[in-house]
């Protein structure tokens, strides 16, 4: 069955210490892997896409199908990166997204 | 920039009451989407809709829940005969083509007593 994994539940780091939130996934096609973050009294908003490759706000993630896995990393963690970030997973022919459960991410001043 | 309008933002109801969620998409995007989040729980997918029909459903959206897009800017879902666990944030969203990038509304809460 398809699923995303988000193991941490919270991750808590200082400001300027680098950031990795984990994201594996189980699935048997093609995946496209998204990043949605939701910030405090904000909309659950898309961060990034595996497929564009770019950088979002210093955020990047590349997608390891060998390790079945798209964590997202940033070298140097600002106070305004605490948020909620979920990990999601599209696929062939499928109009869903299936989201992790989520880390709240929370950097310390 | 343009958002998703859901509201109302919450919804208390006593169970076996009808409830109706309302949402304003996005004026130039075409699939519309309803998901939901039980309080500690994943964001789950319920339904896509597309061209004024269901495009995909998942095994939550049964017969108790529909969606409807009555007029050229509302999309709503309706839930009878509410349960105790329907208590939830749902959320719609709306995107130009499919999945790839969904614009989410801030979410009705929906309690159910």
């Known amino acids: 069955a398809q699923r995303v994994t988000q193991p941490e539940k919270l991750l808590s780091v200082f400001k300027g210490a680098p950031v990795e939130l984990k994201c594996n996934y189980s699935?048997?096609?093609?995946?496209?892997l998204f990043w949605y973050v939701q910030y405090s009294r904000q909309r659950l908003q898309l961060l990034l896409r595996?497929?564009s490759r770019e950088s979002i706000k210093g955020f990047t993630a590349d997608l390891n199908k060998g390790e079945t896995s798209f964590h997202l990393k940033k070298p140097f963690a600002q106070e305004e990166d605490s948020a909620m970030y979920y990990c999601?997973?599209?696929?062939?022919?499928?109009?869903?997204?299936?989201f992790g459960s989520g880390t709240r991410l929370l950097v310390r001043p | 920039e343009p958002e998703v309008t859901q509201t109302p933002s919450h919804q208390v109801t006593q169970m076996g009451q009808e409830v109706i969620l309302r949402c304003v998409p996005i004026?130039?995007?075409?699939?519309f989407y309803w998901y939901r989040q039980i309080l500690g729980q994943k964001v789950e997918f319920l339904v896509s809709f597309y061209n004024n029909e269901i495009s995909e459903k998942s095994e939550i959206f049964d017969d108790q829940f529909s969606v409807e897009r009555p007029d050229g800017s509302n999309f709503t879902l309706k839930i009878r005969s509410t349960k105790l666990e329907d208590s939830a944030m749902y959320f719609c969203?709306?995107?130009?083509?499919?999945?790839?990038?969904?614009?989410f509304g801030s979410g009705t809460q929906l309690s159910v007593l």
């Open positions: 969203a709306s995107s130009e083509g499919g999945p790839e990038k969904l614009f």
């Open positions: 004026s130039n995007h075409l699939y």
């Open positions: 999601a997973l599209g696929m062939d022919s499928s109009y869903k997204l299936i």
């Open positions: 595996h497929i």
């Open positions: 699935y048997s096609g093609s995946p496209e």
